[in-house]
């Protein structure tokens, strides 16, 4: 009878280390992998729940007002930067007549075709090449009045070189960039 029981307390044995086993195993190959499923779905399910409370918020009238005044200084900073398309046909008169006021001489005024821009499809980049003949201090104030100049006119890069020749004034070179907003079509018209 000792051997039955010894046997059977070791059947017993074996058996409940064995469900052990096999409940360890499942813990770690099936519930602990659903809980990191589950703590990533609880993080997605909390980023959605607050996106839906923000579109809450943004869609009530207070909000809509600050969203669209922010639009508002948003264009009129861009509008510092981008010349319109239409305005785009007297940039050249615009620089003449700066440099009239400046008193440079023998303006002569080149420009190149709108450039694209990679990644960009509203906004072009228009150059404009100058040479002219000025003083040093008819070519500063020049300078200074083109940075100025409303929407920004940018100065990629300048030279200035003596004359060949005794005559007052130097030889200046300047290669300037000009940011367009591309015309765009009337809505209902092809």
Known sequence: MK?????????????????????VLFYIFVISSQKKVLARLDSEVS??????????????????????????ELRG????????YADSANLTFDIGRIADTQKVSDLIIKTKADQAIANCSNVSENQVFLSF???????YTFLNALERHQPVVFINNFSISRPQQVQPGNDVSMDLAVYVAKNQPALGKK
Do not use: D
């Open 3 to 23: 051997n039955f029981v010894k046997k059977h307390i070791k059947t017993l044995l074996l058996t409940w280390l064995g469900c052990s086993a096999v409940f």
């Open 133 to 139: 003949k000025s003083g040093f201090n008819q070519f």
């Open 47 to 72: 980023k959605r729940k607050s996106e839906y409370e923000q579109i809450l918020l943004s869609a009530s009238p207070e909000n809509r007002e600050k969203l669209t005044e922010q639009l508002k």
């Open 77 to 84: 900073s861009v509008s510092q930067f981008i010349m319109s």
